[in-house]
């Protein structure tokens, strides 16, 4: 898989690339990073990205000019190394959010680009023409799209068969079957005087596997109960789940403080 990265701070990408699952993902070859910066498209000597909006206002808005060369060399590099163009994203705070079913949508890909943008905005006409889907990590808002391009790829390249050394792993966390993840508990088996839960250490499989269903649909219906409506709404849940989720609601479970 190829992603494109328009970003004026190149270097900062070299912490999905360089380190971690994502790296060793990169050195087996299952994906590449090609990061482009729009100073090197910039049409005057000062290498300018960014100008004065008009109507006033404060803060900078990034120029559409630098950043459509970029994507048009995107493309042409994309189509000569045999991809078709990828869906072109603009990392925003006003963007839809980012899902898990995005997520996966994408990692089915061969090629994806990504605006890493600065400042107060873009120029809206780039974003009209070029931008497929402007994309957020969440309500909130940071100084620039790197951070969020990265946790995008991270994201991604996890899902990439190969990536994890067990594939059992991106099944089974959070949000792979719409809920959230159950708790999880290592040695020792006593820390402060708390104990493992019994039935993890009985050695039982049908019952660890029911427990942890059970603890992954109180703790999303605790923290977020519109996961619980979207798992309904796309048949995620069984009737057993729902039998239980009904123990839950009217609190015959006796789950409803634990794992705050």
Same mark, same amino acid.
């Given at each position: 898989?190829?992603?494109?990265? =328009?970003? $004026?701070?190149? &270097?900062?990408?070299?912490?999905?690339?360089?380190? +971690? $699952? /994502?790296?060793?993902?990169?050195?087996?070859?299952?994906?590449?990073?090609?990061?482009?910066?729009?100073?090197?498209?910039?049409?005057?000597?000062?290498?300018?990205?960014?100008?004065?909006?008009?109507?006033? +206002?404060?803060?900078?808005?990034?120029?559409?000019?630098?950043?459509?060369?970029?994507?048009?060399? $995107?493309?042409?590099?994309?189509?000569?190394?045999?991809?078709?163009? +990828?869906?072109?994203?603009?990392? !925003?705070?006003?963007?839809?959010? =980012? /899902?898990?079913?995005?997520?996966?949508?994408?990692?089915?890909?061969?090629?994806?680009?990504? $605006?890493? !943008?600065?400042?107060?905005?873009?120029?809206?006409?780039?974003?009209?023409?070029?931008?497929?889907?402007?994309? !957020?990590? *969440?309500?909130?808002?940071?100084?620039?799209?790197?951070?969020?391009?990265?946790?995008? =790829?991270?994201?991604?390249?996890?899902? %990439?068969?190969?990536?994890?050394?067990?594939?059992r792993s991106a099944i089974e966390e959070s949000f792979a079957d719409g809920l959230l993840d159950c708790p999880h508990y290592t040695r020792p088996e006593t820390f402060e005087g708390v104990a493992v839960p019994e039935v993890l250490v009985?050695?039982?499989?049908?019952? =660890?596997?029911?427990?942890?269903?059970?603890?992954?649909?109180? %703790?999303?219906?605790?923290?977020? &109960?519109?996961?619980i409506a979207r798992a309904r709404a796309d048949g995620l849940l069984t009737g057993e789940d729902e039998r239980w989720l009904?123990?839950?609601?009217? *609190? !015959? /479970? +006796?789950?409803?403080?634990?794992?705050?």
């Amino acid at each position: 898989m190829r992603f494109d990265v =328009i970003t $004026i701070f190149p &270097p900062m990408l070299d912490a999905v690339a360089r380190h +971690g $699952i /994502t790296a060793r993902a990169r050195e087996r070859g299952l994906w590449e990073l090609h990061c482009w910066n729009p100073r090197d498209y910039a049409n005057d000597a000062y290498r300018s990205v960014d100008d004065r909006p008009y109507g006033g +206002g404060p803060g900078m808005v990034m120029l559409a000019e630098p950043l459509a060369t970029a994507l048009r060399m $995107i493309a042409a590099a994309q189509q000569a190394a045999g991809l078709p163009r +990828g869906p072109v994203l603009h990392l !925003s705070p006003r963007g839809t959010p =980012i /899902t898990h079913r995005r997520v996966r949508e994408l990692a089915a890909l061969p090629a994806v680009t990504m $605006i890493a !943008s600065r400042y107060e905005a873009v120029d809206q006409r780039l974003v009209d023409r070029y931008v497929d889907e402007e994309l !957020s990590v *969440g309500d909130f808002v940071v100084s620039g799209g790197e951070l969020p391009a990265m946790m995008l =790829i991270d994201a991604t390249v996890r899902l %990439l068969p190969g990536a994890l050394n067990d594939e059992r792993s991106a099944i089974e966390e959070s949000f792979a079957d719409g809920l959230l993840d159950c708790p999880h508990y290592t040695r020792p088996e006593t820390f402060e005087g708390v104990a493992v839960p019994e039935v993890l250490v009985s050695g039982h499989h049908a019952r =660890i596997a029911r427990w942890r269903r059970e603890q992954a649909l109180a %703790l999303t219906m605790r923290r977020r &109960p519109e996961l619980i409506a979207r798992a309904r709404a796309d048949g995620l849940l069984t009737g057993e789940d729902e039998r239980w989720l009904a123990r839950f609601e009217d *609190g !015959s /479970t +006796g789950q409803q403080h634990a794992s705050k």
